[in-house]
């Protein structure tokens, strides 16, 4: 794994999503939008943002 750390944002409601998109959000540690975490990134990790791309942003540090 690596010991890099990832912001992960939330920019799109997740109205009209599917169950396993809202259930990966909720997962992440996100609800809204604007809402934002960081973690450590690891291939898991990059596998959810996967699912739900088009409603998060991504950003290194």
């Known amino acids: 794994m690596s010991d890099k750390t ?3 944002i939330q920019v ?3 109205i009209g999503c599917t169950k396993k998109q809202k259930a990966t959000i909720k ?3 996100l609800g ?3 809402y934002q975490v960081e973690k450590q990134d690891n291939p898991c990790l990059r596998g959810q943002i996967r699912v739900v791309q088009h409603l998060v942003k991504v950003e290194e540090l």
Do not use: D, E, K, Y
Request: glycine share 8%.
């Open 6 to 8: 990832i912001r992960i």
């Open 12 to 14: 799109r409601s997740v």
């Open 27 to 29: 997962a992440l540690g």
């Open 32 to 34: 809204r939008p604007n």
